[in-house]
T-cell receptor, first 111, second 114 residues
Framework: QQQVKQSPQSLIVQKGGISIINCAYENTAFDYFPWYQQFPGKGPALLIAIRPDVSEKKEGRFTISFNKSAKQFSLHIMDSQPGDSATYFCAPQTSGSRLTFGEGTQLTVNP | DAGITQSPRHKVTETGTPVTLRCHQTENHRYMYWYRQDPGHGLRLIHYSYGVKDTDKGEVSDGYSVSRSKTEDFLLTLESATSSQTSVYFC?????????????FGNGTRLTVT
């Protein structure tokens, strides 16, 4: 049973465009919803996260939208830049800081 | 990198040999984790620790054991390595262990089992 399903697997966007990555989950015990960014040869790093009592959170060019009833949340990257090229993971969390990772989305932003 | 050091960074070993990976943190946090990363699977939790001598299994713990005799060190051991354990292994720490506490990851150990 796949608890977390992320889409798309890969995404190519032109510089200045909008990148959208989606995450669907099944476990209603998840109570924190982060996105992690990973560059080659590095570990994942927290990009942005949202609590379930909020429907949207924006930090600079990055926005999370959260739909609790649909058990989905998404990452929007506005004005995408080549430096945003990386792999992105949704990783909803339960108590004990235990994360369940999606499969990842490889984002390429062309100049 | 939140003071996390993983060693070795790369290792090649033969099937059937024991292997130990080390995670060392400098910030005295209680909560530590071992994940493995494989294409198409994201990262999957192997084992985690809530403190010295306090560990528990994650979703892919078969074939792995861990030990934590000091707060700063969390060891992952493959008792008898198999080719299916070829992977990139990441150690992580949590500042508080709360559900809204993010994880900070090391830079990984790439293990190849031939």
């Amino acid at each position: 049973q796949q608890q977390v399903k992320q889409s798309p697997q890969s995404l190519i966007v032109q510089k200045g465009g909008i990148s959208i990555i989606n995450c669907a989950y099944e476990n209603t015990a998840f109570d924190y919803f982060p996105w992690y960014q990973q560059f080659p040869g590095k570990g994942p790093a927290l990009l942005i996260a949202i609590r379930p009592d909020v429907s949207e959170k924006k930090e600079g060019r990055f926005t999370i939208s959260f739909n609790k009833s649909a058990k989905q949340f998404s990452l929007h990257i506005m004005d995408s830049q080549p430096g945003d090229s990386a792999t992105y993971f949704c990783a909803p969390q339960t108590s004990g800081s235990r994360l369940t990772f999606g499969e990842g989305t490889q984002l390429t932003v062309n100049p | 990198d939140a003071g996390i050091t993983q060693s070795p960074r790369h290792k090649v070993t033969e099937t059937g040999t024991p292997v130990t990976l080390r995670c060392h943190q400098t910030e005295n946090h209680r909560y530590m984790y071992w994940y493995r990363q494989d294409p198409g699977h994201g990262l999957r939790l192997i084992h985690y620790s809530y403190g010295v001598k306090d560990t528990d299994k994650g979703e892919v713990s078969d074939g792995y054991s861990v030990s934590r005799s000091k707060t700063e060190d969390f060891l992952l051991t493959l008792e008898s390595a198999t080719s299916s354990q070829t992977s990139v292994y990441f150690c992580a720490i949590s500042l508080t262990g709360a559900s809204n506490s993010p994880l900070h990851f090391g830079n990984g150990t790439r293990l190849t089992v031939t």
